[in-house]
């Protein structure tokens, strides 16, 4: 994944294949639902580094 919406869409994967919830993904990673959700949904909404490398490695588990 080379950018936040490669991160994004892969996370939509993950909910559309499985119906995982955005508040299991939260979660799993650390965060509160609603700042995950702010995220996914608002492309100008910011999140860290390392949030964006534990998405990944949860997008890498689940699939």
């Known amino acids: ?8 869409e892969a996370l939509f994967d993950v909910h559309k294949r499985f119906g995982t919830p955005t508040t299991f ?4 990673v650390g965060v509160s639902r609603e700042h995950l959700s702010r995220w996914l949904h608002n492309e100008s909404y910011v999140i860290s580094d390392k949030l964006k ?10 699939v």
Do not use: S, V
């Open 1 to 8: 994944m080379n950018n936040d919406k490669d991160l994004r």
């Open 25 to 28: 993904i939260a979660h799993n």
């Open 53 to 62: 490398t534990k998405l990944k490695e949860f997008t890498k588990r689940i």
